[in-house]
């Protein structure tokens, strides 16, 4: 039997964030993941660390500011790159009323100022109205190597099937967890457990017995959301972040870079603020499809083509090559027929459980910070940080994920990600016309 002040279940940025938090202020925690750290949403994001210049609300901006902040603190601490190579871009259509969003980031406190010479691949594009701003891109395996190496230690690899995880209550308390570690049962007492396991928290609330249906009833307590992510690769791109809103005959695009290491050639990630519903059951089963669908393709073309048109001139395109995958995201449901931006941390009616929905990498910090406050009186006297030697479980810890754009042809059955193809041959794939036009 293991005593524990913390079990944490589920290694994505935001298991990770939390058990540093935990570990660095003494709490015997440990972390228990299935697949691969980092694995589910965080290595299939942009990796943008906002500050709220994309949403048209200021409690957002206040909170999501506030949250860079600690990313600030760990890519110095750590020595992470920034991988935008000048200022992040926030741009808008000519017909923006501009000032109504320059007012809100000045009473949100967010720093901007006008982009006095907007860079080449812009050029003639429908982003008239650019601001500089201090958001940053990130590589999200970088990120999960950063937040490993002070707790891998306190981190073990769950063996990857359903029965893996064990739970036993006392009315609302949760008093025992069974895991199955390479085969062996391991028992473990904590006195509070968190579930970080993204998409996967549906079946563990399931796993547990929770009510997986709340107000309204038969409403699912969690919701997944299909995302799209167009990769495109091309020596010519400029290392550059950019958001541009939904404003002003723009359709909402972000745009953050990377390296290939493999071609030494610079990568976009590019995608639009839509996604759509992906019900499944408490199995993780559904019957929608996590192929990426023809029309998001279309439309981001031509999205891409209005931002950049630089772009996708002959002369240029020669040079490009363009990829896409999927991803579901994963959000506290309320049934309100609308979905949720902000974070959400609840203990659904338990003593001693809380389920966190980030619903963005950059509150991750945040959330955990939120967790603490809740953790603390439950346990007001640390029992000490999980020792490094003389550890009573010596089963290995999760390997760590690589980003996933970086990823071969990827077939899941929630995620789909396919070859890297030269432009032309990418526009046939799809069956659409240059920058997303009739084929
Ligand atoms: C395409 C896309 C782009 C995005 N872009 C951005 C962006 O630019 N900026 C931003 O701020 N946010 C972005 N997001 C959102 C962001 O990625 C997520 O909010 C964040 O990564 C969630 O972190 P997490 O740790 O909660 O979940 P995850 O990263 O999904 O981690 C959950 C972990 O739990 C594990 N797990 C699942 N089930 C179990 C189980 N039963 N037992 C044990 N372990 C389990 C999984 O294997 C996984 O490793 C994006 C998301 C997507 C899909």
Request: include cysteine; proline fraction near 6%.
């Amino acid at each position: 039997m293991v005593d524990l002040d913390v079990l944490v279940i589920g290694g994505g940025a935001q298991g990770l964030w939390l058990l540093n938090d935990l570990t660095k202020r003494q709490y015997r925690a440990v972390l228990l993941e299935r697949h691969e750290l980092g694995g589910g949403q965080t290595c299939h994001s942009h990796g943008l660390i906002h500050r709220g210049h994309y949403y048209d609300d200021v409690d957002m901006m206040i909170i999501l500011n506030a949250a860079a902040q600690f990313w600030e603190a760990f890519v110095d601490a750590n020595g992470l790159s920034k991988l935008n190579a000048s200022r992040a871009l926030a741009g808008f259509g000519s017909g923006t009323a501009v000032k109504g969003h320059t007012y809100m980031w000045d009473t949100a406190g967010l720093k901007f100022d006008p982009c006095v010479e907007a860079p080449p691949i812009l050029r003639g594009g429908k982003a008239k109205h650019l601001f500089e701003t201090d958001e940053f891109s990130l590589d999200t395996s970088e990120v999960i190597t950063g937040l490993s190496h002070d707790v891998d230690h306190a981190m073990y690899k769950l063996d990857d099937q359903d029965d893996s995880l064990a739970f036993f209550r006392k009315g609302t308390s949760i008093v025992r967890v069974d895991a199955l570690l390479s085969g062996t049962r391991v028992d473990f007492q904590p006195k509070v457990v968190v579930f970080t396991a993204g998409v996967g928290n549906y079946g563990l609330l399931a796993r547990l017995d929770a009510d997986t249906n709340l107000v309204p009833a038969g409403t699912p307590v969690q919701a997944q959301r299909k995302n799209h992510m167009l990769i495109v690769r091309g020596s010519h791109l400029p290392m550059m972040t950019a958001v541009f809103p939904i404003r002003g005959g723009l359709h909402g695009v972000f745009l953050c870079p990377r390296t290939d290491s493999t071609t030494g050639k610079n990568v976009w990630l590019a995608s639009d603020h839509n996604s759509t519903p992906y019900p499944m059951n408490i199995n993780g089963e559904s019957s929608s499809d996590p192929i990426p669908s023809p029309d998001w393709v279309q439309r981001m073309l031509i999205s891409l083509g209005a931002t950049a048109p630089e772009l996708l001139t002959d002369g240029t395109v020669e040079n490009l090559e363009m990829a896409v995958y999927t991803g579901l995201t994963s959000e506290r449901n309320f049934g309100v027929g609308q979905h949720m931006t902000d974070l959400y941390i609840d203990p659904l009616g338990f003593e001693n459980l809380l389920a966190i929905w980030p619903t963005k990498l950059t509150m991750t910090p945040f959330a955990s910070n939120v967790a603490l406050r809740f953790i603390r009186p439950k346990v007001p006297e640390p029992s000490g940080a999980w020792p490094t030697v003389g550890r009573e479980i010596t089963t290995p810890a999760p390997q760590k994920a690589s980003e996933m754009w970086s990823r071969p042809k990827v077939e899941g059955s929630y995620e789909h990600k396919t070859e890297m193809l030269p432009y032309r041959e990418f526009l046939e794939q799809w069956h659409v016309g240059e920058r997303g036009g009739p084929a």
